[in-house]
């Protein structure tokens, strides 16, 4: 439990800094790109042969529907709460967003860093070296994602203040899903394919398409080489 905890926190920090990246002067965009092509692969690589697995050997029947469940929830809010949102973009400086749209994307955001968080403690109830694979995967794109959510509430009409606060509220909604999974346990065989879906629609939907706006070999070597990382951590502990 703390050791989840410990890591969720961290998870969370990571959120507060990509907010703090931004509302700082002098950031350089390209990083930021290279986190959401590594976060991709490494990401794709953790849902489809650590997570889902886990998830089916856990609960044969249900775990495939649940992971459905997950991807389709996920897809549902950003299609309807938080339209025309793309993870990672550019800031928003120059665009008009209605301040009732900024705060339907923190909220869609906030839903999943909680995922984020039963994620993470959900690894770490079934063993340590995926709870910590899992908690790699989902560091990688925690500093976009708070960039993001700062970009967008600055872009409509917020504070300095309150695109650093956005931030926060990510970070507590990690730090808040491992508490759930951290006191009821028991809903890991639920909490774990649910989280599996999220990071697959996450992955190939959200990150991926950034990847691919990129002309050149380079963005995908670097999703590749997440992949690869994946691959040779396992290798070195199996889980």
Known sequence: ???SLILGAVAGVADIFGGLLLVRSNWEKRYLRYFIALGAGFMMAV?????????????????PALVLIGYC????????????????EETHHDEFVHAHTGYSILAG????????GVAIASGFVLSSSLGWLIF????????????????VMLASGQSRRAAVISAIVL?????LGVLVINFLPSWTHVGLPLSAGVAIYVAATDLVPEVNREPGIRMALIFFAGVAIFLLLRMIAPV
């Not at 955001?109 to 984020?116: I, P, T, Y």
């Open 1 to 3: 439990m703390f050791l």
């Open 47 to 63: 849902a489809l042969l650590d997570m889902l697995p886990e998830s089916i050997h856990f609960s044969p029947r249900w775990a």
């Open 73 to 88: 929830a996920i897809h549902l809010l950003e299609h309807t709460i938080t339209p025309h949102f793309h993870f990672g």
């Open 109 to 116: 955001l906030a839903v999943h860093a909680l995922f984020d």
């Open 136 to 151: 790699m995967a989902i560091f990688f794109h925690k500093i976009p994602e708070g960039f993001t959510v700062a970009s």
């Open 171 to 175: 970070a507590t909604a990690t730090v």
